[in-house]
């Protein structure tokens, strides 16, 4: 018997996403951005700043496709229960802390 928390076909309270396009997507946009800025800081020129451009609001897109993704995976669909959201915050706690300890270990 599931719980009634849970979807009808999941037996865990743990979200595994589907295959989706925009990781992959987001890092070649990334790249383009990057290839565009050192382009455009070598000789500046038109295709330079084109390059940049595009890639910026490549980057922008996908980064929002992306996010559009997530949220409805957690808003609409339901598949971030209460595990979920914990282990996103506490990442997030754990993300925060390490960059903390990082910037004091110049220091």
């Known amino acids: 018997m599931l719980n009634s928390r849970?979807?009808?076909h999941e037996k865990h309270p743990f979200h595994l996403?589907?295959?989706s396009p925009w990781p992959i997507s987001t890092a070649f946009a990334a790249l383009q951005f990057v290839l565009g800025?050192?382009?455009w800081f070598h000789n500046f020129t038109f295709m330079a700043t084109a390059l940049v451009l595009s890639g910026f609001f490549t980057l922008i897109a996908f980064t929002g496709m992306w996010f559009k993704d997530v949220i409805t995976e957690s808003a609409f669909q339901g598949?971030?229960?209460k595990k979920v959201v914990k282990g996103l915050k506490l990442g997030m706690i754990l993300f925060i802390?390490?960059?903390v300890l990082f910037f004091f270990s110049f220091f």
Request: aromatic fraction near 6%.
């Open 6 to 8: 849970f979807c009808k």
């Open 17 to 19: 996403v589907d295959p």
């Open 37 to 39: 800025l050192v382009t």
């Open 79 to 81: 598949h971030h229960t």
């Open 97 to 99: 802390v390490s960059e």
